[in-house]
């Protein structure tokens, strides 16, 4: 087993925070961009066709402001907050 691979809980929740964080860009182009990532590779991440890298898991944290142990702990986004108005 690879040292950097996320367990499937881990990856669930960046893909949570993935998905949050679209709404907040608004959209899936603006979103790669920002992350320096291939629209089409987040998409892919977020219908669980592609696992979530070690890599995208540490650019969302960054994105978000968050620290990856929060990131794959699943603290972000809270679970009662809003991605289109953040309450």
Known sequence: MNPLALTKG?????????RFLRTRAGGWKPMADALGFKRK????????????????T???????????????GGKFPPAD???HCGR
């Not at 881990?10 to 993935?18: F, G, N, S, T």
């Not at 540490?58 to 794959?72: C, N, P």
């Open 58 to 72: 540490f650019r969302i944290a960054r994105m978000a402001g968050v620290t990856v142990d929060d990131l794959i």
């Open 81 to 83: 907050v809003c991605p």
């Open 41 to 56: 590779t987040l998409q892919n991440v977020s219908e669980r066709t592609n696992e979530v890298s070690a890599n995208l």
């Open 10 to 18: 881990e990856q669930e929740y960046v893909r949570r925070a993935l």
